[in-house]
């Protein structure tokens, strides 16, 4: 007769009633390290410049594998090799201009910030343990704890410490994919949600049986289809727009050779080619101008005749002084100086634009701190400047990495968006084109349109949907006018955003806690047919 092999039989019978708990899949540790680090290498390259998107979902998905059944030191070692790998390569630029001690400090300290972050979602796996394999709260209830808390960790990265850096996140991964229409309903931090979520469901599927559980893939499908054929959110058509905008290519960089004016007339030696041509705004990068305007009689001469010669406002960017404070500004230089407007950067670049705590970093890297002369204020006033009845809202550089400036700006009634920008500190680097991605992002999260201008590239225009109208290369000096479309209409992301980041946070945390206090509740009464968590490292 033929024979089948029995199923193992588990360490210890339950007693009658208890139900059984998922099956651990809980790898040793050293294999759960290997992964991890597996895990951050995918995610390097599923991120821009490599951009390849599936590579997001292995990577997320082989992550949480190397977190089940893990201990709090466990879990805190497997999530900072991950950080450590994917960090290390992904920021590898910020060491170009000051060396590997600034590069291995930022991705060093996100990196345990990660590790800290994988800790809740090992103990989710860990306190829900207890749960049968194929019952509503593994198949559901978990995806969406882990999802959450992933989500939760992007937040608290991105806000935390010296106003975070919000850089790297598995929703901005998705740019390039076929998924990121729905980042204008969801926003940025949704969007990594759902993602991980379908990670985390896929997770539950494998653990309940697999492919001899087809039903269970049924949360997993349902996601995946929604996220598949959810439609960009429609923004209202509003006319067109004119943008004359400028690279450059000066001077830049913190350690260029340059004498005083040389960047501003870099710039202006780029813009004549565009003199006699109609635009409605004449767009330059972040650092495009040299000296203050509003205390330099030269500059603010040159940049009036910019101003008559283009037959347009320009948007420019200096460091300007005001009150005793500095800021990093942007202007909108009119003829008549009554007209004018402007923005300042509301996040100052920790350790570049500001140095916190300048008294404890001196007394470790007292040369490097030594550097940072300028202590540049955040600004508060809104990002927006209005051109006639146009609204254009802005983001200054860094600034495009956090959602509340890009959110306030459409808010305050932007129909376009001109993001001004100078990575020559980062020249031969990826950083562009990772920032690049971000203003693709933004446009199709904003349903606007997006000038990305910067002092060496890479600068383009973006449509609405995310795709590119006009673009100018690295290191290169090049003007164009592009017609821009304007749209009016707030997308979901804007105006549930916040809600949405605060629900998310809020309801995880609550979760968690409530798997917690139902844990230790059956391990008090005897419940041993479920793991403690105390081990000291697993």
Request: with cysteine; charged share 15%; proline share 8%.
């Amino acid at each position: 007769m033929p024979t089948t092999l029995p199923p193992p039989a588990p360490a210890a019978a339950p007693e009658r009633g208890t139900p059984q708990r998922a099956p651990s899949w809980s790898m040793p540790l050293w294999a759960a390290v290997a992964a991890a680090a597996a895990a951050g290498v995918f995610l390097d390259v599923a991120s821009a410049p490599v951009g390849w998107w599936p590579l997001a979902f292995v990577s997320v998905t082989v992550a949480l594998l190397s977190l089940i059944g893990r201990s709090i030191g466990g879990a805190l070692l497997v999530g900072t090799v991950f950080g450590t790998v994917f960090y290390t390569a992904h920021l590898v630029w910020v060491g170009e201009f000051l060396g590997p001690v600034p590069w291995l400090a930022l991705a060093g300290l996100e990196a345990i910030l990660f590790g800290v972050g994988a800790v809740p979602i090992a103990l989710a796996y860990r306190w829900t343990a207890r749960h049968r394999p194929r019952g509503a709260v593994q198949l559901l209830a978990v995806p969406l704890l882990v999802g959450g808390l992933w989500a939760v960790r992007e937040v608290v990265m991105g806000a935390w410490p010296y106003s975070g850096f919000p850089w790297a996140r598995v929703g901005m991964t998705q740019v390039g994919g076929p998924f990121v229409e729905v980042a204008s309903w969801t926003g940025v931090t949704g969007l990594s949600f759902l993602i991980v979520m379908v990670c985390a469901a896929v997770v539950q599927w494998l653990r309940a049986g697999g492919f001899r559980f087809a039903r269970g893939l049924l949360p997993v499908g349902v996601v995946a289809v929604l996220l598949a054929v959810m439609p960009q959110f429609p923004t209202t058509a509003a006319g067109a727009f004119r943008v004359g905008w400028v690279q450059g290519n000066g001077p830049t960089g913190y350690f260029d050779v340059k004498a005083p004016g040389d960047v501003l007339a870099a710039q202006t030696s780029a813009t004549s080619p565009l003199y006699g041509q109609p635009m409605d705004l004449l767009a330059w990068p972040e650092g495009g101008v040299d000296a203050d305007p509003l205390s330099d009689p030269a500059a603010a001469a040159a940049l009036d005749r910019v101003v008559k010669a283009a037959r347009a406002p320009l948007l420019m960017n200096a460091a300007t002084t005001r009150g005793g404070d500095v800021f990093n500004t942007s202007l909108l230089w009119t003829a008549d100086p009554a007209d004018r407007q402007w923005h300042d950067k509301v996040n100052p670049v920790p350790f570049g634009e500001y140095v916190p705590d300048r008294w404890f970093y001196e007394l470790i890297v007292p040369d490097l701190v030594g550097l940072i002369q300028r202590e540049y204020t955040p600004g508060t006033n809104p990002p927006l400047v209005q051109v006639g009845d146009v609204g254009v809202g802005l983001a200054i550089c860094f600034d495009v990495i956090y959602d509340t400036v890009i959110w306030d700006g459409a808010q305050q009634g932007a129909q376009m968006f001109v993001f001004q920008t100078n990575n020559a500190d980062f020249r031969g680097t990826d950083e562009n084109l990772q920032q690049l991605a971000f203003a693709r992002m933004r446009a199709i999260e904003t349903g606007r349109a997006v000038v990305n201008v910067s002092t060496v590239g890479t600068s383009q225009v973006i449509a609405p949907d995310g795709t590119t109208l006009d673009s100018i290369g690295v290191d290169t000096s090049g003007a164009a006018v592009s017609t821009v479309p304007l749209r009016t209409g707030l997308t979901p992301s804007i105006v549930l955003g916040p809600w949405l980041t605060g629900f998310i946070v809020l309801a995880s945390g609550v979760a968690l806690a409530a798997a917690g206090f139902s844990h230790r509740a059956r391990t008090r009464s005897g419940d041993t047919n479920h793991p403690t968590g105390r081990r000291s490292l697993r």
